[in-house]
């Protein structure tokens, strides 16, 4: 059993040989993705990318809150539905741009996330959860039954197209496909910029041990209410984009399973990682298409696929230690005893030792 | 003045007494060691120390300022720091992350400096890894900041826990057995260390059960037995004082007879 896991590290191993030069493949991974809807010609194909795409969002911003944080959340689907009502109903009443609702959107299920992790974050594991999950259902239960704005069961159509200066972008003129980029390496952006720094740091202290986080002056509940603010402000942003590219939403699309989805993608990717999500969100997605000839079956090999990852690799594919070694930020001297280091460094040191 | 002045505090859990009127006077730059036989409450005390516990009642007063309402976050920050009887690292971060995360409060950068990276971000993050990098130099774990806390040998662990205890800017750490599990020559080291350290200007609060660590280190012992505080005093009078033997041994007529 262990064999495998380690094949499968072995495999990783030779992947990241391949790779030496870090400038060369980001810029053939830009030009690739900015290529791609010419490479692939299909709508079809486009689409699927694209969904790949809005749950990377979503599971890049679950990962923050379970993957960093440690807080198991059942119910993102819920920011993912505040994000596309929000929008939905603001473009088709009020008519406004979908470049100003979208913030709002987002901003708006940031502040749904506020108000649900202020009390509830204190509480951690199984009970976190479960209050999630409820809250999940209030909002179904809210969008179904609040006809007026939401239009209940029968959802609402027609979402306008997100024009940008007159012009429609759709999924035929890769519009929507070039949007979905620019939200995912914004995504991705702000998701690293907090990850490499102190608040990631304190998230993931928080994750090993809370006590000992608390003991190291990290004022827990505080972080995990930011990881769950700026969680719901990218599921919100996600759910924008979504109304506005299928332009039709009812509350069927944010159920439950939505949020299982979620999760499924985070741990499959693996917990504590980003590129982890861009590659659950990939074959999760896909696999129901890629297993179409299988008819009826294929959501039980989808579940057995789950269920064999959990069983040789729980740590995600991505997941688990890293064997490449510690990024010290540009600038920071490792030797700091050896005679070569300048005298600047030497008394930088010094005033280091007087701090201790 | 005396640097950390406990008074009379106690700590009851329902009906039991973990910790009955305990007082302790301890001046800056000294090593105070607690002793006691399991269960004596000593953890308590340090759990009362760190507010992790809310005393039931009495004072603890630092720096002429009191701190027994505060909570854990600005205990530290005001100066004190621990160390966990059962090692509580952040197993799967960095060993270096783990000393960075103890200077989390002194980081001084916000959310806006993060997201666009400004100057003061940088700055701060390199000169947290300079420091961080500095303590791990001093505590003969340099060589290995690369390596995550969980797979450390013991003694390492225990060692880092320490350093993280220091990267927080504390005054006073507060030390639970520190060599539990140790070798003798391991053991050895880690007296060598904590010496160093109040040299260096720390004041230091140690639980021990190594006899031998405690002799030798010592400034002063707190005895304490069943949350009571028993005996006080130099390492050598705590050697020969009755009640400790007591504490610790038993009494005569119980051992022998049967």
């Known amino acids: 059993m262990e064999k495998i896991s380690l094949q499968f590290d072995r495999i990783k191993e030779k992947m990241n040989f391949i790779k030496p030069n870090k400038k060369r493949d980001f810029l053939l991974l830009a030009t690739l993705i900015l290529a791609l809807p010419y490479i692939i010609n299909s709508q079809y194909l486009l689409r699927i990318v694209i969904m790949i795409g809005v749950y990377s969002i979503l599971a890049l911003s679950l990962g923050l809150v ?79 039954n609040w006809e007026k704005v939401t239009n209940g069961p029968l959802g609402i159509n027609r979402i306008p197209r997100p024009s940008l200066l007159g012009f429609d972008l759709t999924l035929a003129n890769n519009g929507m496909y070039y949007l979905m980029v620019f939200f995912l390496v914004f995504t991705t952006v702000v998701m690293l910029a907090i990850v490499r720094s102190k608040i990631g740091r304190a998230m993931m202290a928080i994750r090993e041990d809370e006590l000992a986080a608390t003991m190291m002056g990290i004022k827990t509940t505080t972080y995990k209410v930011i990881a769950f603010v700026v969680s719901a402000f990218f ?96 600038g920071v001297i490792v030797d700091i005893n050896s005679n070569n280091s300048s005298i600047e460094v030497r008394e930088a040191m010094n005033t280091v030792e007087e701090v201790i | 003045m ?47 120390l760190t507010g992790v516990y809310a005393l039931t009642e009495g004072e603890i007063i630092f720096e002429g300022k009191p701190i027994h309402n505060l909570v854990p976050q600005e205990i530290v920050k005001a100066g004190l720091a621990r160390t966990f009887q059962n090692i509580r690292l952040f197993a799967d971060m960095r060993v270096i992350e783990n000393v960075l995360v103890g200077m989390h409060t002194n980081t001084e950068y916000n959310f806006f400096d993060l997201l666009f990276r400004t100057k003061r971000f940088r700055n701060q993050e390199i000169e947290k890894h300079q420091v961080a ?91 304490i037995d069943h949350g009571k505080k028993i005996a006080e005093g130099l390492p050598v009078d705590i050697a020969s004082n009755k009640r400790v033997i007591e504490a610790y041994l038993g009494r005569s007529e119980q051992s022998c007879s049967q």
């Open chain 1, 66 to 144: 379970t993957g960093y944080a440690g807080q198991v959340s059942l119910g993102h689907a819920a920011f993912y539905a505040i994000g596309a009502y929000f929008s939905a109903v603001l473009s088709v009443n009020f008519g406004i741009s979908f470049f100003i609702t979208a913030p709002i959107a987002a901003i708006a299920a940031a502040i749904c996330g506020l108000l649900l992790g202020l009390p509830t974050l204190r509480l951690s594991g199984t009970y976190l959860a479960i209050t999630t999950l409820g809250f999940c259902e209030v909002v179904r239960m809210v969008l179904l």
């Open chain 1, 235 to 330: 599921s919100g942003l996600a759910g924008a984009f979504y109304a506005h590219m299928i332009r039709f939403i009812d509350p069927n699309t944010f159920t439950f399973d939505t949020s299982i989805m979620i999760l499924s993608i985070v741990i499959l990717g693996g917990m504590g990682t980003i590129k982890g999500m861009f590659l659950g969100a990939a074959i999760l997605v896909s696999f129901p298409e890629v297993l179409r000839f299988l008819q009826e079956y294929r959501f039980v090999v989808y579940g057995m696929v789950l269920v064999l990852m959990m069983r040789f690799r729980p740590q995600g594919i991505l997941g688990g230690q890293k064997k490449t070694a510690y990024k010290l930020p540009k």
């Open chain 2, 133 to 223: 990098i500095a303590i791990l130099d001093s505590i003969g774990l340099k060589e290995k900041m690369h390596n995550y806390a969980t797979n450390l040998p013991y003694g390492d662990q225990r060692r880092l826990e320490i350093a993280r205890a220091i990267s927080t800017n504390a005054k006073i750490l507060l030390l639970d057995e520190p060599a539990a599990g140790m070798n003798p020559q391991e053991s050895e080291d880690l007296l060598c260390f904590i010496k160093s350290l109040r040299d260096k200007g720390y004041t230091i609060i140690l639980i021990e059960h190594d006899m031998n660590v405690v002799m030798n280190i010592s400034d002063r012992i707190y005895v």
């Open chain 2, 2 to 48: 005396t640097f950390l002045e406990v008074k009379d505090v106690s700590k009851h859990f329902g009906g039991l007494v973990a910790v009955d009127k305990v007082s302790l006077e301890i001046n800056e730059g000294e090593i105070v060691s607690i002793i006691g036989p399991n269960g004596a409450g000593k953890t308590t005390l340090f759990n009362m």
